[in-house]
């Protein structure tokens, strides 16, 4: 821990979405403006942010785990508690954690502020003021060549398990001016691809200006190469979305769009807005539009009510699909939800079983959706290099990739054509007529 008192240091661990990372990214620009040095996650500091997930009970607990494991190792080091969880769950948490400080969603943006008033640490600069969106350059916490950038926040679709409306409020979006000059100073910085995320992304509108015109916006801007769209609601603006994805070259070709079950009876029970059929619709018409689509969705196992039939249905309607990622979450109670009191609660043990087999069913997948672009020409946005020299990142269709790194630096696009997908990963062994750098 970190005895000067006069730069006081701060690490954030953030748990959960892209939204909560973005967030925390805003959070540590909010620090530095203070005169605080901002830490990696989980190095010595004298103050711990853990930006708390309450979306599933097992966020919530890593959440309490990691503030509790600090604070038992680390006594002196001031533990704050920020976001939904404590929105949610309020003072019962500090007795829980022995965090120091909590706060809510309203106030974890201006937490230098806050942290002065209570533990007595100085800055060697005023404190910022209080802001409910990310500043314009954002501190990078995660050492990634891309950038995530929250134009959205709130939701009120109020599906029966979900705690994001009264975690988060109700929809409020960014002006798109104000995103448009956040972008631009990232590029300025030298990030190559930025992540448009959001509580409910599709629901962006500021003006007349939807989500379209937010990406018509940004790819105007200069030297930024690459735009990716994070978790999209169908029944929102994913139509036109699809639309221009297929005629755009910046936008990543790859969508997540939540399923959450493939039985209308469940969907009905979660207060889900659409059917199996408009879903397959849907996803029938982003496919046709976008030839060599990346296609992720999230399911929910286990929700009250669910059984062999309704799981089934379920299982059927993936394999229709061809989805390149599954993102399987086991249904957890989340108190003052609807879902918590419904009849039908399905056994722990019945849930692992059915989440295995979705997984399973996922990992087929996904190994399907990359043998399918061997032979293609990708573009892959090099994040790192593995010991063997090898470059590596992600393909526009959010698929990992590996080729010989030679002269390919970190941040480069380059486009390349496979010769193989193995252990998870697009690979090639040749050189010509790529790898080729993309300006």
């Known amino acids: 821990m970190s005895s000067d008192r006069r730069l006081p240091s701060v690490s954030i661990k953030t748990i959960g979405c892209r939204l909560n990372q973005a967030e925390s990214a805003a959070m540590a620009a909010g620090f530095n403006a203070a005169g605080y040095h901002v830490a990696s996650p989980g190095a010595p500091a004298n103050v711990c942010v853990v930006h708390t997930c309450a979306v599933t009970a097992n966020a919530e607990r890593k959440s309490m785990q990691f503030a509790r494991s600090v604070k038992r190792k680390h006594p002196d080091i001031f533990v704050v508690l920020a976001g939904c969880a404590v929105e949610l769950s309020g003072p019962a948490l500090a007795e829980k954690t022995g965090a120091d400080l909590l706060v809510g969603q309203a106030d974890k943006f201006r937490l230098p502020t806050l942290i002065a008033a209570h533990s007595g640490i100085t800055f060697l600069t005023p404190p910022t003021h209080s802001h409910t969106h990310t500043p314009t350059h954002p501190i990078p916490l995660f050492n990634s060549t891309r950038a995530l950038v929250k134009v959205q926040d709130g939701c009120n679709f109020h599906c029966s398990y979900c705690v994001v409306p009264r975690a988060r409020g109700n929809p409020v979006s960014r002006p798109l001016a104000d995103v448009v000059k956040e972008v631009e100073g990232l590029v300025e910085n030298g990030y190559r691809e930025v992540v448009l995320t959001g509580a409910n992304l599709g629901c962006y509108r500021h003006g007349n200006a939807g989500l379209v015109d937010l990406v018509q916006a940004v790819e105007r801007i200069r030297g930024l ?184 630096a970190r941040n480069d696009i380059v486009d390349f054509v496979p010769d193989a997908f193995a252990d998870g990963m697009l690979r090639t062994d040749t050189a010509a007529p790529g790898p080729q750098k993309v300006l």
């Not at 408009?278 to 669910?306: C, K, M, Q």
């Not at 979450?329 to 043990?349: E, I, N």
């Not at 590596?392 to 959010?398: F, L």
């Open 225 to 408: 190469p690459r735009i990716r769209l994070s978790s999209l609601e169908t029944t929102t603006a994913e139509h036109a979305v699809v639309e221009h994805m297929g005629a755009s070259p910046k936008l990543c070709r790859y969508l997540h769009i939540p399923l959450q079950s493939g039985s209308d009876t469940i969907l009905a029970s979660m207060g889900r807005r659409y059917t199996v059929d408009d879903y397959y619709r849907f996803v029938s018409f982003a496919l046709e539009r976008v030839p060599g689509l990346g296609l992720g969705t999230d399911l929910i196992v286990g929700f009250p009510g669910e059984n062999d039939s309704n799981f089934d249905e379920t299982v059927q309607l993936v394999k229709r699909i061809p989805f390149s990622n599954l993102h399987v979450f086991t249904y957890s109670k989340r108190d003052r939800t609807p879902a918590a009191t419904m009849r039908g609660q399905v056994p722990d043990k019945v849930k692992k079983i059915r989440a295995a087999r979705l997984a399973e069913l996922g990992a087929a997948k996904s190994e399907a959706f990359g043998d399918s672009l061997v032979g293609t020409r990708v573009s892959v946005l090099v994040e790192e290099h593995d010991s063997n020299g090898q470059a590596a990142g992600w393909t526009g269709e959010y698929v990992r990739a590996v080729l010989p790194g030679g002269r390919l």
